[in-house]
């Protein structure tokens, strides 16, 4: 076994050209797979690097995204199906009494927490794109097994397997795009890609209203839409095999030239694109540094208003007084307000720099005041209360981009890992938490959770403020540190900062790279 890489030392950057490329040699053993890449990106001529450049853009813009896109909608529909199927007679069927519903919303949700981190660590060793289609393949099989389930062990058992095999998909996603988008670029495109929750809302919505009206003395509409989607998740796995990529490299898309591009387009992020050795230092590095552990508080409030408003939106409109097939159309508003918004936030935070903490703040109020609605609009007022709950899915813009916050603010591939499955692990803590804040007797506003919702918001408010704050005080340092090492020189700032690019593919982490800057 090789004995492991010698931790690299901050002071090597000291120095600004020549210290630098000494540190990048010290540090060879453990090379990112994208620097031959970027290697021989430095030897094209200039002009025809950045026509390329275009090229490549446009083509993970309209083959990769929509990719993504649609797999992240079916993911998100199937962690769906529960809500829709509690509208078609599920309890009744299953036998569901007191908080049984409430613990099979939670279950997922466990499962999800359970295998967290592994699936960071598979994600880091194995290829994403092949590692990610099987994990679609089984969970849609699981859905179609869901169409057999007779009571509450049944399902228990498989929507803990479900939300095991969907936990790799969120830090999935954020590696790719990391690997494949610049950090001004990834918001919008992290955006887009949650945005299609707002499409699979609307999407899940529909296909329920439809088999609802379905008269089938087999099956019960509940049992038909976990079948249906099933089907569709299994034929998508199949389909992901062949054709999602692990990686720039081997985008099937890409010719040689464009992969050498692609990885010289993403060298200023230095973040790399993959190294498979894990590098124990990295980790003790990230549980050390406070602003991950804001970020694990932030993801755990976030955790907790997602699945307070995922698993109780029907339960709600419920109380408001709409029968089964009204409850499930009038949440198809709901799909277009996440849509609209997260995609509306995604544009402002890459379009203009550095607002994406401001615009996390932000997306949070219309969430909150849709809360504060439910609690206090007389129940007479139903399409007002109706309203309210649309905004609720706003949060999904606040959710995404604190995802973009971490994968273009966290460099060295096993830090990023440990940091990503920290912050789906307190996420997931959160989804567990969210339905058991909702007491049945309490239908159909539910003032308890209400109240305490309220505080979690103001919770998740205070660690985005933290999150921006620390990784603006350093920001600051480093620029005053930077200045003092360089002497003001422009030549010898545009060279530093031209090998500073080269470092990500040397796995150093955001905190030894001191040319790295939080993009905030």
Not at 266 to 271: K, P
Request: proline content about 4%.
């Amino acid at each position: 076994m090789d004995p492991e890489p010698k931790k690299p030392a901050a002071e090597d950057l000291d120095a600004p050209v020549d210290d630098l490329k000494a540190g990048v040699q010290e540090v060879a053993g453990h090379t990112d797979i994208g620097l031959a890449y970027y290697q021989q990106s430095r030897q094209m001529d200039p002009a025809e690097r950045d026509r390329i450049a275009k090229r490549v853009l446009r083509k993970i813009d309209f083959c990769l995204l929509p990719f993504m896109c649609l797999i992240y909608l079916m993911s998100f529909l199937d962690k769906q199906t529960l809500n829709y199927a509690n509208a078609y007679g599920l309890k009744t069927d299953l036998g569901l009494v007191g908080n049984q519903y409430s613990w099979i919303a939670s279950i997922t949700n466990i499962g999800y927490l359970v295998f967290a981190y592994p699936s960071n660590i598979c994600l880091q060793k194995f290829p994403v794109g092949k590692f990610i289609s099987i994990m679609i393949l089984s969970w849609g099989l699981l859905l179609i097994a869901t169409v057999g389930v007779k009571n509450f062990a049944g399902m228990m058992a498989l929507r803990f397997l479900l939300g095991g095999l969907e936990a790799c998909i969120g830090p999935a996603w954020m590696l790719i795009t990391s690997m494949f988008w610049t950090r001004d670029e990834q918001p919008l495109r992290m955006c887009v890609w949650l945005g299609c929750n707002g499409i699979s809302l609307m999407l899940g919505s529909g296909i329920s209203w439809g088999l609802g009206h379905t008269s089938d003395p087999n099956l019960a509409p509940w049992q038909l839409v976990f079948l249906v989607i099933g089907v569709v998740t299994v034929v998508l796995g199949v389909f992901s095999i062949f054709f999602f990529p692990s990686s720039p490299i081997d985008f099937k898309f890409f010719s040689h030239e464009e992969k050498v591009v692609s990885v010289w387009r993403v060298a200023e992020n230095q973040t790399g694109i993959k190294n498979d050795k894990f590098l124990p230092y990295q980790i003790k590095e990230a549980v050390l540094e406070p602003r991950v552990w804001f970020i694990a508080g932030q993801q755990l409030s976030i955790g907790i208003i997602n699945s307070s408003i995922t698993n109780f939106m029907s339960a709600l409109l419920s109380g408001f007084g709409y029968n089964a097939v009204e409850t499930v159309l009038w949440q198809l508003p709901n799909g277009a307000f996440q849509l609209v918004c997260t995609l509306a936030a995604g544009l402002f935070a890459s379009s203009v720099p550095n607002t994406t903490i401001i615009t996390i703040l932000l997306v949070q109020i219309p969430s909150l005041a849709g809360v504060i609605g439910i609690a206090l609009i007389p129940i007479e007022h139903r399409l007002a209360l109706t309203a309210c709950c649309w905004l609720l899915g706003i949060i999904g813009a606040a959710i995404i981009l604190n995802w973009s916050v971490v994968a273009s603010n966290v460099a060295g591939h096993t830090k990023r890992m440990t940091v990503n499955g920290l912050n789906f692990v307190f996420y997931a803590a959160g989804n567990i938490i969210g339905p058991f804040m909702f007491n049945a007797n309490e239908a159909p506003r539910y003032m308890s959770a209400i109240k305490a919702l309220c505080g979690v918001y103001a919770a998740c408010m205070l660690f985005t403020a933290l999150i921006g704050l620390s990784m603006w005080l350093s920001n600051m340092k480093r620029d005053r540190e930077f200045r003092g090492r360089t002497g003001g020189d422009a030549a010898v700032e545009a060279a530093v900062a031209e090998e500073s690019d080269e470092l990500g593919f040397h796995d150093r982490t955001d905190k030894e790279n001191l040319s790295f800057r939080y993009k905030l």
